[in-house]
């Protein structure tokens, strides 16, 4: 068993605890504040990776998996979030949350795949049992940062009375 009470666990936690709170802001149309949270949840999602790479006993194969996934539901709150205030194009909404489910149900199988017998529910979701390593690539960094660096303009956009203007469209690439 794994030590899982580590610095970026508990930062990948605190991004997954804000999706909720960042949403609801966007819905209540307080931009300044789910602006703040995101920029806020940005670096903490830097932050993880480096304390996680630069301390070996702040590394865990559960963080190799809970990051991402903070990520992805971050990302996947603030997108559905922002397409419900008719902010984000609901295209792209789709296509990267299709791609998420995707890439989290490669992860919930090789974590299955990966499990030492007996396989069983509860060890499925027991954290303590640390099957792969995941490491994230290059890409799936940059994917990253790009969403985060979309949705923090498009919240930007009414903070900075920039709505409708013709560089956000050009930025979705919408008619």
Sequence with gaps: ???ILT???ILSAA???FSPIIGHYII???FSAALYLTLFA???DLLDGVIARSWKNQSSKLGSFLDPMADKILIATMFLSLTYVELMPALLTSIIIGRDLILASAGFYIRYKSLPPPVTLSRYF???HATVQLAPTFISKV???VQLFAVAITL???VMDFVGHPLIYYLWLDD
């Design 7 to 9: 610095v970026p666990n």
């Design 42 to 44: 940005g670096v903490t």
């Design 156 to 158: 930007a956009a009414p």
């Design 15 to 17: 991004r997954i605890t």
């Design 1 to 3: 068993k794994e030590n």
């Design 143 to 145: 994917n990253t940062m």
């Design 126 to 128: 027991d954290a303590t």
């Design 28 to 30: 209540q149309a307080n």
